[in-house]
């Protein structure tokens, strides 16, 4: 049998099966019912874990934003802006808050500074 020609979609439907049940097989856990039934039951995802990913690579993108903008316009320039900030709308108060330069802003601003010139 070894010689046997298999059609192109016989092949294609069967590709799609393995990849499926190997997908199956990686996200499911077997149980064993009370009438002895062994089943697949699909395993739980922590999304608690997504969020708090977003969570730290938004910081971090934010206080890297916040260390190119201290760099490129200057500590002074940067608490200016950040004083026109503080004195507009809640909107704009909380935005000065946020852009608040912090040690770490700081440090990074430092070391990019002779890189942007």
């Known amino acids: 049998m070894s ?3 298999i059609s192109p979609s016989f092949a294609a439907r069967s590709k799609l099966i393995r990849r499926n049940n190997r997908i199956v097989a990686r996200n499911s ?3 064993i019912a009370s009438d002895g039934l062994i089943t697949r039951r699909r395993r739980r995802h922590f999304p608690a874990m997504a969020l708090v990913r977003s969570a730290v690579i938004f910081a971090i993108v934010l206080i890297a934003a916040k260390a190119v903008m201290l760099a490129s316009v200057g500590p002074a320039q940067y608490e200016i802006g950040l004083s026109a900030l503080d004195s507009g709308s809640i909107f704009e108060r909380f935005g000065a808050f946020v852009m608040q330069s912090d040690g770490v802003t700081r440090f990074l601003a430092a070391n990019l500074m002779p890189l942007l010139g």
């Open 29 to 31: 856990d077997l149980h």
């Open 3 to 5: 010689n046997a020609i």
